[in-house]
């Protein structure tokens, strides 16, 4: 679908070249051009999504006794890019509805797509022992053209199955909408990494998932407004189960069970 779109944009870029070139003359020639060369530019910049390096869908999670075994599942897996969102949808509502108790004042606003890329480094589940497990996220945005100015930050929405739809981190560690703290900010710049986990989980059947909405923002400290821009979506799941040992177990009694009453019949 690209080549095709890249086509289409060709085609109408060289109709343009040849009115402007006819109605204004040859002497207007450069300036057409010049105009071309910049509408051709914009027209295929777009936001892009590379990696990752390093990754790891799934992990079993260490800590459980018998019959329980579990995991720790990437999902989605590979990560969405999800562009940038629309009015009314979950971030902005989400947004609205976390601010007075967080970040008092501030608001969001859509903004445009970016041109830049977005490489993943990792992007790996995690098992970190004693029953507990999580996911690790770590991506870098390289700015493209013109985005030097635009004072990127990360915001961050987080979806779980325990406690819904909230911004990044809640509760707030400072009064600003970001992931960063200002000061964590100026050591991290437009490196993001994150790395959730919950647990110890129950040894017991248990199911958890939770998904991250990361964005580039615009930010406006002085206005206390952010610009949204493109985002992806990432994000894990964990699972205990009874081990195949105790299915078979189970199968087993249900089959005796099942042999005795056509016995009895």
Known sequence: MRKNTTSSVNSVLSTTIHKLISRAG??????????VVVAASQASAAFTVAGPTNHVASVPLTGFTAPWNATSVLDPDPVTKIGVPALGSNFFTTFAGDAPAEF???TAVRGGELAGTLSI????????????GGARMDATYAPGVGESGFNLRWVQMFNSSLSGRHIDPKPNDDTQPFYYTDAEFGVAGLNFVDNPSLGPLPNAAFSYSVTFDLFLVSADITNK???VHDGIRWGYKLNVVPGPSALASFG????LSGARRRRSS
């Open 26 to 35: 040859a002497a207007k020639t450069a300036s057409a051009l010049a105009f």
């Open 104 to 106: 008092a004042g501030w």
């Open 121 to 132: 480094k990792d992007y790996q589940a995690k098992d970190l022992g004693g029953r507990k």
């Open 225 to 227: 407004k952010v610009t």
């Open 252 to 255: 087993g009694l249900l089959m």
